[in-house]
T-cell receptor, first 114, second 113 residues
Framework: NAGVTQTPKFQVLKTGQSMTLQCAQD?????MYWYRQDPGMGLRLIYY???????DKGEVPNGYNVSRLNKREFSLRLESAAPSQTSVYFC?????????????FGDGTRLSIL | AQSVSQHNHHVILSEAASLELGCNYS??????LFWYVQYPGQHLQLLLK????DPLVKGIKGFEAEFIKSKFSFNLRKPSVQWSDTAEYFC???????????WGAGTKLIIKP
């Protein structure tokens, strides 16, 4: 099982460029999440999708958009990248409502904005 | 706002030493508690979780954690660490029907062989 697959693994962008981070899961999970991880801080939720067809803002949604394309895929888009968005981005999925279902994580995408 | 505090950002131990990593949260209602681990070069994975029942929870690889409601704590313990336990450990909390996991900043654990 591949689990949660994120692409790309690394990316360097210039300020103002746009980019979409891709995430796919093969576990038939209902819920999917996008986090960012910055040094000295815990993971912070950007957006989540409780089920196919729904998306909701997390703690730090500004500067990002998401699309739950189907049950498997949940993409994160940076419309105009800023240096403050340099981070490691993690996608995760869980079977159900996030509470008593553990989240399964991808390997992360290291994004640098110059 | 709800927060999760992990007291130590870096811990260095020798093999066979005992381990306790602190985790405190600020929310007073019903919570679900998790410890995740990230081994070097690997993705985050669940170590153990608490939802209800016995406050002493056992996880994989000999880890355990104790939920002490009166202290708002969920400390992670292992009686005797191994070099392979070198990793970053994250405590996380959800509450009520909220989907959002609130994460601690993580503790980097280094085990000297």
């Amino acid at each position: 099982n591949a689990g949660v697959t994120q692409t790309p693994k690394f990316q360097v962008l210039k300020t103002g460029q746009s980019m979409t981070l891709q995430c796919a899961q093969d576990m038939n999970h209902n819920s999917m999440y996008w986090y960012r991880q910055d040094p000295g801080m815990g993971l912070r939720l950007i957006y989540y999708s409780a089920s196919e067809g729904t998306t909701d803002k997390g703690e730090v949604p500004n500067g990002y958009n998401v699309s739950r394309l189907n049950k498997r895929e949940f993409s994160l888009r940076l419309e105009s990248a800023a240096p403050s968005q340099t981070s490691v981005y993690f996608c995760a999925s869980s079977e159900g409502g996030g509470l008593n279902q553990p989240q399964h994580f991808g390997d992360g995408t290291r994004l640098s904005i110059l | 706002a709800q927060s999760v505090s992990q007291h130590n950002h870096h811990v260095i131990l020798s093999e066979a030493a005992s381990l306790e990593l602190g985790c405190n949260y600020s929310y007073g209602g019903t919570v679900n508690l998790f410890w995740y681990v990230q081994y070097p070069g690997q993705h985050l994975q669940l170590l153990l979780k608490y939802f209800s029942g016995d406050p002493l929870v056992k996880g994989i690889k000999g880890f355990e954690a104790e939920f002490i409601k009166s202290k708002f704590s969920f400390n992670l313990r292992k009686p005797s660490v191994q070099w392979s336990d070198t990793a970053e450990y994250f405590c996380a909390v959800t509450r009520d029907s909220n989907y959002q996991l609130i994460w601690g900043a993580g503790t980097k654990l280094i085990i000297k062989p």
